[in-house]
């Protein structure tokens, strides 16, 4: 459950006011995405060792002294590699969303920095960011304002991995950003989208990319999981 039907459309992609940036218009079929990232309790489901490594310095996540272990269950899963998420969505069915699908269902319509407009006041109404990360802590999933198509935090939390190789530049030009294993094998750079509960304003805009080696895992990335649409009855 709580998968939500991102409809067709045109995206502005890579929109950005702040740079000045009109966006290039593509073309999105349906489908549908997961209104929160996925969770400590969800992925733990299918790997029950990750209760162990939550947090890299294994120390308790400073949420669990604020308002108890139960919060941290529901705090986005991180120290996720892009192959973990990837395993994480196909055992479930589901697969990761493309970059083009996540910034799409992350705009539900706009072209502006934000989803929620251009005034980082109004931001703050849906975003966790802008946060010390060692005083602070990334939050349990849903609690800020959803966007127009009802997902929760796809602004700020955690860092979002999304299924394609990095590209370079919004029109699929050749990636740049290829990264070396210790054998010395090429291997594609893999896209992160929304930015999280320690980025500033500027990257959790909707236009934000990064992009790191495949194996990498952090305290601040997570992911989110995306199925095609259902059928709609005749």
Not at 205 to 217: E, F, N, T
Request: proline share 5%; with cysteine; charged share 25%.
């Amino acid at each position: 459950g709580g998968f939500q039907a991102i409809p067709e459309g045109l995206c502005q992609y890579g929109a950005d006011p702040l740079e000045n940036e009109a966006g290039v218009t593509r073309e999105v079929t349906a489908f549908r995405l997961h209104q929160w990232q996925v969770t400590n309790e969800m992925y733990e489901e299918f790997d029950p060792d990750h209760r162990d490594s939550r947090w890299k310095d294994d120390s308790p996540h400073p949420l669990a002294k604020k308002r108890g272990k139960s919060s941290e269950d529901h705090c986005p899963v991180v120290n996720v590699t892009w192959y973990d998420a990837w395993c994480f969505a196909t055992w479930c069915g589901h697969r990761l969303p493309t970059e083009l699908e996540w910034e799409h269902a992350c705009r539900a319509g706009s072209a502006t920095r934000w989803y929620c407009g251009d005034d980082e006041a109004e931001l703050k109404k849906h975003a966790w960011y802008d946060e010390a990360w060692d005083t602070g802590s990334t939050h349990p999933v849903g609690e800020l304002l959803a966007n127009g198509n009802g997902l929760h935090d796809v602004h700020g939390n955690v860092w979002e991995w999304c299924g394609d190789a990095w590209h370079e530049n919004y029109d699929g030009a050749p990636a740049d950003g290829a990264v070396w294993d210790a054998d010395g094998e090429g291997v594609a750079g893999r896209v992160m989208r929304g930015g999280s509960v320690s980025s500033i304003a500027r990257y959790v805009r909707a236009a934000s990319r990064l992009h790191d080696d495949p194996w990498y895992c952090g305290d601040l990335v997570g992911f989110r999981c995306a199925r095609v649409q259902a059928a709609t009855p005749s």
